[in-house]
């Protein structure tokens, strides 16, 4: 492909920010390098590429960087879009809505989900798993309303909404293994589509193992909770 010319992917395995870059180049058939960061410390690359956030992932095309997550899967779709399935709906409205809800799940649901990975014991841990169930709710009602049978958001394929959702996926599947709650047992639209997401071989060559992101979430914690550094004057 004339546009694939040099793809550099600046990313942490365990990242979801930087598994839906992944996925995204995956479903267009995109090769690409892979530069992995090291937890607690980061690259040049990656500071000089992204010297306002200093956050993966970053996409370097032909030598040009873009930031920030869902950026990078709209960049993705625009320029190999002759390769592979649409991810942004082509209906405006469509892609107005997936838009929509790709920013709840940022916005409002994330952050509840980080309380689970913050918690400093088992029940504080317990109790933000619920309260991030609690605000999946309205993406069941919403695939119920919108996707009308189909597997995915995406409808046949997974979409834009699909891979902002199921990047988390797997750190979904560690919080279950750290609470022991189900957070689709009382969604079956989700549940249903969870299925269909994980089974997915570009999903499947990109996921990283669940204790692996077990064993990231406990590091967080340890970083999230350990006391500031002390102030020099």
Not at 162 to 175: C, H
Request: proline share 6%; with cysteine; net charge negative.
């Amino acid at each position: 492909m004339a546009a694939e010319r040099e793809v550099k992917l600046v990313g942490f395995s365990v990242s979801p920010f930087v598994i839906r870059a992944k996925i995204a180049l995956g479903l267009k058939g995109v090769e690409y390098e892979n530069f992995e960061e090291t937890f607690g410390s980061k690259s040049e690359l990656l500071l000089k590429s992204n010297p306002v956030y200093k956050k993966v992932p970053v996409l370097i095309h032909n030598g040009k960087p873009i930031c920030e997550s869902l950026i990078i899967v709209q960049y993705i779709d625009d320029v190999w879009s002759g390769a592979g399935p649409s991810i942004v709906p082509s209906d405006p409205f469509d892609a107005a809505m997936a838009r929509f809800w790709s920013h709840y799940v940022d916005d409002k649901w994330f952050p509840s989900y980080l309380e689970v990975v913050k918690g400093e014991t088992r029940e504080a841990k317990i109790d933000a798993a619920r309260e991030a169930i609690a605000r999946l709710q309205p993406l069941e009602e919403a695939f119920e309303k919108q996707i009308k049978g189909k597997n995915f958001f995406g409808g046949e394929t997974i979409g834009f909404l699909d891979i902002a959702l199921g990047s988390y996926l797997v750190w979904i599947k560690a919080a279950e293994k750290i609470t022991g709650l189900e957070f689709f047992d009382k969604f079956p639209n989700l549940s249903a589509w969870a299925e269909c997401f994980w089974a997915d071989d570009v999903v499947k060559a990109v996921m990283p193992e669940v204790d692996a992101v077990v064993d990231f979430a406990n590091k967080l914690q340890a970083k999230f909770n350990s006391p500031p550094p002390p102030t020099t004057n």
